[in-house]
């Protein structure tokens, strides 16, 4: 071999060691980085027998990858699930203190066995005002709870609503950075660049997009992607889809939220034909749309119970049962057994019994609450004060069977006191799963990260040691053109 072609060989050496040094370099900076991929120099012997780099190679676990996309995208449902359920929890103080601790757990279930007990109470003391006034603070409290019940589940959902619109935002935000990146990735990929930081921004994009809405890829010629909602819509192919959404800025129970489009197509709600299946997306459907309008039914149910538990009859038999004790505006009947939406936030005491708007406190035992006027709805026909008929029918009524609406999912028969019970135990039912599940996908969703980290992460330890051979491999070459360069001055001076 001649000087010449030593001298060449250890000069593009000395280049290719910088270009490995340069790659090492890249993966010391990225060990605390998220979502780097630890890179590695392509080294070949070139014809001269020199070393080369004939590109940049990126670690990759496809597999490990979408799983990782697929615990994000679940956790992040789950996630905006148990939230809202904990919002409810902590606004009503459902799972604080014991069923009959008031002053901490105000669930319809705690303040209706608080009425019940006192009118059991007013009814050892049928002529005590302090016990009846009692029953009107307790009666008051009851309504008042699934008036506050009522506005925490539709504040909820329009919260719900907004969180859905700032998802919907985000999406697109995403999409159009994807395409930014992409476009970056085919282009180096058909000139052979090196893509391999561009290839760690578009998963990076790819993890947030799943957090918000779960997705599946397809990789196509020179990198490009392609990428589907995990319910089918396609959200990317080439230019990103549009993903719309009309918010709602108020709800009551009768209202319906908006669905979410994926070019026109719904992937939400119940006429969706590709329903996404997770992501935060999803989770907040799902709170808005299903479970706090389940709750909500329950409630209504409940409220619609209430009255026609103290209900009043007309005692010459001759006109229909009027609310008594608990009514609502504009109430003209007793409703029937099936759902009236929003009953809840409507409820209020009867002014008739309350002395503080005009009403008798003494109707609480006599009855002639629903019309003062019509002596027919009156119990205590002599006025005795020590009248216990009325008061004793109320307590029964707490635990006599009733009808409700089957589709507020609690049945269609039960005691009031047994409903509520139950609407209370499907809630903390539905929370803890929810609150187990977020749980469980959390540690699912670590570990997976950890693991696909282990694959494709960078190894310090690894890096350092790789980047001494390279240095003493740099002085190597460095010293043998020393040498070449010694033997060239040593010819020239001899010539």
């Known amino acids: 071999m001649s000087l010449t072609n030593a001298g060449a060989i250890a000069n593009q050496s000395l280049g290719t060691i910088a270009a490995q040094i340069n790659v090492v370099s890249r993966n010391i900076a990225g060990v605390n980085v998220s979502g780097y991929a630890t890179k590695t120099a ?32 679940t956790q992040a449902a789950a996630a905006a699930l148990s939230s809202g359920f904990d919002q409810i929890d902590q606004a009503l103080g459902l799972s604080s203190g014991s069923a009959t601790d008031t002053s901490t757990n105000r669930s319809p279930a705690a303040l209706l066995s608080a009425l019940k007990s006192a009118l059991q109470s ?8 302090t016990v009846a006034q009692t029953v009107l603070s307790s009666a008051k409290a009851v309504a008042q709870a699934l008036n506050t019940a009522d506005a925490t589940v539709q504040q909820l959902r329009a919260q719900a609503d907004g969180e859905i619109a700032s998802s919907v935002a985000n999406i697109n935000s995403i999409l159009t950075q994807f ?46 992607m392609v990428i589907y909602a995990d319910g089918g819509a396609t959200l990317f192919e080439t230019s990103p889809r549009a993903v719309t959404f009309q918010a709602t800025s108020s709800y009551t129970a009768s209202t319906t939220g908006n669905a979410v489009y994926v070019d026109g197509v ?6 969706a034909s590709m329903a996404i299946q997770s992501g935060k997306l999803q989770g907040l459907t799902q709170l808005r749309d299903v479970v706090a309008p389940q709750y909500q039914n329950q409630l209504d149910e409940t409220a619609r119970g209430l009255i026609a538990a103290f209900a009043e009859t007309d005692q010459s038999g001759l006109g229909t049962a009027a609310p008594g004790l608990f009514t609502y505006a504009g109430a003209t009947s007793v409703p029937g057994a099936s759902v009236v939406p929003g009953l809840a936030g409507q409820i209020i005491v009867n002014p008739n019994a309350d002395p503080s708007q005009g009403g008798d406190l003494d109707r609480l035992r006599d009855g002639g609450i629903s019309d ?3 002596s027919a709805y009156s119990y205590n026909t002599t006025g005795a004060a020590g009248f216990t008929d009325r008061i004793n029918q109320l307590v029964a009524s707490f635990t006599t069977s009733q009808s409700f609406d089957p589709s507020a999912g609690l049945g269609s028969s039960a005691s009031l006191m047994d409903y509520t019970t139950s609407s209370l135990g499907w809630f903390e039912a539905q929370r803890q799963q929810a609150t187990e599940t977020e749980s469980y996908q959390s540690t699912l969703l670590s570990q997976t990260t950890d693991a696909l980290s282990n694959a494709t992460g960078v190894n310090l330890d690894e890096q350092m040691s790789k980047m001494l051979d390279l240095e003493n491999s740099y002085q190597a070459s460095a010293k043998l053109i020393a040498a070449i360069d010694a ?6 001076q001899a010539l």
């Open 372 to 374: 003062p006027t019509n």
């Open 179 to 224: 395409q930014q990146v992409n476009s970056e990735i085919v282009a180096g990929t058909q000139t052979g660049r090196d893509v391999t930081s561009a290839l760690d921004q578009r998963d990076a994009l790819l993890k947030s997009l799943s957090s918000e809405i779960g997705v599946t890829t397809v990789t196509r010629a020179n990198n490009d």
């Open 122 to 129: 007013y009814s050892a003391s049928p002529s005590d005002t």
């Open 266 to 271: 719904p992937v939400t709600g119940a006429s």
């Open 487 to 492: 033997m060239y001055t040593a010819l020239f």
């Open 42 to 73: 392509l080294v070949s012997t070139s014809s001269n027998g020199a070393a080369q780099i004939d590109g940049v190679a990126r670690a990759t676990n496809a597999a490990l990858f979408q799983n990782s996309l697929q615990a994000s995208a």
